[in-house]
């Protein structure tokens, strides 16, 4: 630390103006106008000398009420972690600090809403009960129920309730597929998908079905088992009112209504409502029959028609 010479103290004047110097990092600031004043200057702080009120200028908070301690020639800084002097100017950053976590704020309204992580969820659904620590994400599904769909993708007018997964979607149009697996090269837009992939790879199921204790690679795939022993429906169809578990099988369900096949063999053009459906269709042309009848041997191309079989025997 700088020691000025005996019998003396430096005071500091300051006519900062807040911009950003282009020679520091992200967010340091440049004081280019701080000089010390003569030697033998009666020393002291006031208001008037660094002419700073408690300030936001961008990230940085500035404290006039901390700087005459720090500004005090011998005072020893206080963690560089939280203070960086610049000139002898104070930089306050990440100030407040979760005792839970020790994740640290700029803002004490931050920290206060980041705490709710710990302790709380304040914000309730009316319509289903479900709590949240902020009011965003409350926001965001109140609209699963209302069904608005406000995020629009212009690339092909497919619409989303949450922004991140628009941003998620663009990836589809843009080709970008950033996460790769070192195992097999497989390349994947989320980060969350690669993870679900190298579970394949590990054998890991980490989601575990308290009620039977069946285990699952991803946390989707065992939200909707959870509905086989709550009997949930959530998906209904507005054609007819039958409710369905899964939300694809839903989409699958309108088709029977619009009349849409989208599955088509490539081999005699017949199109198909589901692709299972197709899967079946395709074993007319190859011959396979992957299903056998273990009573009497005999062979099918697909499951019902074993099915139907099965009930010849019993």
Known sequence: MYEPPEHTQTQYTSTYTGAESQSHGEGDISHPDISPLPENTQTGFTQETLSLNAMNVGNVLFRPQILPQILHVGNALPCPQILQNINGITQEKKFFKCDECGKCFIQASHLAGHKRVHTE????CEECGKCFTHASPLADHIRSHTGEKPFICTECGKCFTVSSNLAKHKRIHTGKKTFICTECGKCFIQASNLADHIRIHTGEK?????ECGKCFIQASNLAVHTRIH??????ICTECGK???????????????TGEKPFKCDECGKCFIQASHLAGHKRVHTGEKPFKCEECGKRFTVLSSLAKHNKIHT
């Open 206 to 210: 980490p989601f575990i079905c308290t």
């Open 230 to 235: 709550t009997g949930e429906k959530p998906f």
């Open 121 to 124: 969820k304040p914000f309730k």
């Open 243 to 257: 409710c369905f578990a899964v939300s694809s099988n839903l989409a699958k369900h309108k088709r029977n209504h």
